[in-house]
């Protein structure tokens, strides 16, 4: 007994574990491992707050960034608002689509410039990126087709798939029967 006990206070004595340091050397301790992740993860959130983080001076950059939230859901809320007001009071909306009707071409056209500019930037990149692939793929639609084509050919029953064409050794190949070990043994059998 005094052997045992020996050995294991060896191994496992003085709050020790040589068996689980042995292993940690060739495998990483996954507790431990998630634990490092967890701060490192935690210290780059960190750093990354500091470095976006921007005190606001006072009450114009306030009122500034209130400002530039201002135009979408204004747009958004006004034209909602314009379906309202037309089943309310047809009248009145009638009243003010004919002032608008009034407002002249150019300044159509820089209302427009305007809210694209606002608005259309991103729009804008997006529908160039999509012309562009859009592009890239019908320039590579008579290569498919012509694919589509050579695939449609090779199929089992289409006409003419097994022609060997002017390879006449292919052609002999072709109309001289193989030996079929199967097929003799079978007619030895029938024989017999």
């Not at 002032?99 to 150019?106: S, T, Y």
């Amino acid at each position: 007994m005094g052997l045992i006990a020996g050995v294991l206070g060896l191994l496992f004595g003085g709050g020790r574990n040589v068996v689980r340091e042995t292993a940690e050397v060739f495998r990483e301790n996954a507790d431990a491992g998630a634990q490092r992740a967890a701060q490192m993860q935690g210290k780059a959130m960190a750093q990354l707050g500091r470095e976006f983080a921007v005190p606001r001076q006072g009450g114009f950059d306030r009122f500034m960034d209130g400002l530039n939230r201002l135009p979408r859901p204004a747009l958004a809320l006004g034209t909602l608002g314009l379906f309202v007001a037309a089943m309310v009071d047809p009248l009145w909306f009638a009243e003010r689509m004919q002032g608008i009707a009034l407002v002249p071409e150019p300044l159509w056209w820089l209302l427009g410039v305007i809210v694209s500019f606002y608005f259309g930037a991103r729009h804008q990149a997006k529908a160039q990126d999509l012309q562009r692939d859009l592009a890239t793929t019908m320039a590579r639609a008579p290569q498919v087709m012509a694919n589509i084509a050579a695939l449609r050919e090779m199929r089992a029953d289409s006409p003419g798939v097994a022609d060997p064409g002017p390879d006449a050794g292919l052609q002999l190949a072709a109309v001289q029967p193989d030996e079929n070990k199967a097929l003799e043994d079978w007619r030895k059998l029938k024989r017999a």
